[in-house]
Structure formats: structure tokens, C-alpha cells
């Protein structure tokens, strides 16, 4: 089984909303049929407006949904009939094929099919810096970088998506695709967010040390943050 990442873009004739209800809808309805073996959607939406600070811009536009796609073969054969479905209902798609790790489950909120899960799920596009070979890139993120990630936010869903391959023509360059998810407080609370809720010297610390740890293998002016709302449609099991 592969898992694909399309990031969305949304016609100007859609609402945030209307959009919303389809990708859930209708065309989540015709993923399912033609055979996707899971189906996650990560929408912008009137839900996650008060984490609007959070969103990090370097690439504009920014997309306006991901989907992530599990199925038996991302060869462009077996993944025409979804690009297919998603392409009229979007002004623009890229899909990636990743190899997902998943470093902390969401055990403290599972996620109900079908429905909105708790808090707000951020998604994260790197690019490994010019500064650093991949492999050295891959090593400070993967086996450094995670540890801080878990031990100074409040994130109860952590997925690093290794970016192994753009599967659409003019798909932005992209490395990794990270999801984490965090309680609503921490939309707008930077305490709630770095889990020192009540805590100056703890919030102090945590926030050095994470900045400290990205600044090893982020550039920030190429990293693009996007707050989202997480649907999962169907959960993927292992074949």
C-alpha cells in the first residue's frame, strides 16, 4: 500500500464551506468506490479561524486542502482514476507520493469516521535547506528534531511524511509534509501550545528549545505552515 498526498486548491466559485461538504461528500463517495484503501481530508475552515497567526506563508498561494490517499499503487496508471475525480473540483492539485511515520498516534482523541476530530491538526511543508545535504537534513529532523517535537508541545498526533516523489507536473518542490494535531487552546494560547499551560519559565524553555532544534534544519523563510480541520473518512489498515 502507498500513501498520496494531494494538496488542493479550491475554485474561485466555491466557498471555504461549500468546498468542505463536497471533498467530504460526494467526492470522498467516489475515492472510496473506485478503491482508496484510506482517506484522511485536512480542510481550512471557519473551525480553525482564531489559528490564523499560525500560518506560515512562504509559498503562495497556499493550498486550501490536503487529502491524504491510501492505495494499493501510486503508479500514475492506478492513481488516474483519482486525479480524475479530484481534478474538476479543484483550480489546482499536486499529489506526492510519502512514506509516512507515525510518532505519536492520536490515542487522546481518536477520531470518529467521517467527523471533525478535536482541536486543529497543523500541517507543516519543509524543503531541506541549502546549507544542509539530505542526509544530514534527514538525521537532525528524523532523529533529533522528533524528541524536542514530543517533549515541548502539547501534540497528541505527530505523522512525518518523507516526501519520496511529486507525482504531478509542476508540483512545488516539496521534502516532508508533517502533521500534528493539538487542542483547540492552543489556536491562539502559545502557553497551550507548548504544553506549560500556567508556566512562564516552563513556556520559556520549551519555546528555546524547540526554536533552537528547528532552526538546525528549517530555513524559515521556506517553510509553509497551514492550520487546518481534520476529517477522517476511512482509516487505512496495513495489507
Same mark, same amino acid.
Given at each position: 500500500?502507498?500513501?498520496?498526498?494531494?494538496? !488542493?486548491?479550491?475554485?474561485?466559485?466555491?466557498?471555504?464551506?461549500?468546498?468542505?461538504?463536497?471533498?467530504?461528500?460526494?467526492?470522498?463517495?467516489?475515492?472510496?468506490?473506485?478503491?482508496?484503501?484510506?482517506?484522511?481530508?485536512? =480542510?481550512? #475552515?471557519?473551525?480553525?479561524?482564531?489559528?490564523?497567526?499560525?500560518?506560515?506563508?512562504?509559498?503562495?498561494?497556499?493550498?486550501?486542502?490536503?487529502?491524504?490517499?491510501?492505495? #494499493?499503487?501510486?503508479?500514475?496508471?492506478?492513481?488516474?482514476?483519482?486525479?480524475?475525480?479530484?481534478?474538476?473540483?479543484?483550480?489546482? =492539485?499536486?499529489?506526492?507520493?510519502?512514506?509516512?511515520?507515525?510518532?505519536?498516534?492520536?490515542?487522546?482523541?481518536?477520531?470518529?469516521?467521517?467527523?471533525?476530530?478535536?482541536?486543529?491538526?497543523?500541517?507543516?511543508? !519543509?524543503?531541506?535547506?541549502?546549507? =544542509?545535504?539530505? #542526509?544530514?537534513?534527514?538525521?537532525?529532523?528524523?532523529?533529533?528534531?522528533?524528541?524536542?517535537?514530543? #517533549?515541548?508541545?502539547?501534540?497528541?498526533?505527530?505523522?512525518?511524511?518523507?516526501?519520496?516523489?511529486? =507525482?504531478?507536473?509542476?508540483?512545488?518542490? !516539496?521534502?516532508?509534509?508533517?502533521?500534528?494535531?493539538?487542542?483547540?487552546?492552543?489556536?491562539?494560547?502559545?502557553?497551550?501550545?507548548?504544553?506549560?499551560?500556567?508556566?512562564?519559565?516552563?513556556?520559556?524553555?520549551?519555546?528555546?528549545?524547540?526554536?533552537?532544534?528547528?532552526?538546525?534544519?528549517?530555513?524559515?523563510?521556506?517553510?509553509?505552515?497551514?492550520?487546518?480541520?481534520?476529517?477522517?473518512?476511512?482509516?487505512?489498515?496495513?495489507?
Amino acid at each position: 500500500m502507498e500513501k498520496i498526498i494531494y494538496t !488542493l486548491w479550491r475554485t474561485p466559485q466555491d466557498s471555504a464551506e461549500a468546498f468542505s461538504q463536497r471533498l467530504r461528500g460526494e467526492l470522498a463517495d467516489q475515492l472510496l468506490t473506485l478503491g482508496a484503501q484510506g482517506l484522511q481530508i485536512n =480542510l481550512v #475552515d471557519a473551525d480553525v479561524a482564531p489559528a490564523a497567526g499560525l500560518r506560515q506563508e512562504n509559498n503562495r498561494p497556499l493550498p486550501d486542502a490536503t487529502l491524504s490517499l491510501w492505495a #494499493d499503487s501510486a503508479n500514475t496508471e492506478s492513481r488516474r482514476p483519482f486525479d480524475e475525480v479530484l481534478t474538476p473540483a479543484t483550480s489546482r =492539485l499536486a499529489a506526492y507520493l510519502v512514506s509516512e511515520s507515525v510518532v505519536i498516534r492520536n490515542t487522546r482523541f481518536p477520531a470518529k469516521l467521517g467527523e471533525r476530530t478535536h482541536g486543529f491538526s497543523q500541517i507543516a511543508f !519543509l524543503s531541506c535547506p541549502p546549507r =544542509l545535504t539530505r #542526509d544530514a537534513w534527514l538525521d537532525v529532523w528524523r532523529n533529533y528534531h522528533t524528541r524536542v517535537a514530543i #517533549d515541548t508541545q502539547d501534540n497528541f498526533l505527530y505523522v512525518q511524511n518523507l516526501v519520496v516523489r511529486p =507525482l504531478t507536473h509542476g508540483a512545488t518542490p !516539496l521534502d516532508a509534509i508533517v502533521e500534528e494535531a493539538f487542542p483547540p487552546a492552543a489556536m491562539t494560547d502559545p502557553m497551550a501550545f507548548f504544553d506549560a499551560v500556567g508556566d512562564a519559565e516552563k513556556f520559556q524553555k520549551n519555546l528555546a528549545a524547540m526554536m533552537e532544534s528547528c532552526n538546525r534544519f528549517i530555513d524559515f523563510d521556506r517553510i509553509d505552515v497551514l492550520p487546518t480541520s481534520q476529517y477522517v473518512i476511512k482509516t487505512a489498515t496495513a495489507s
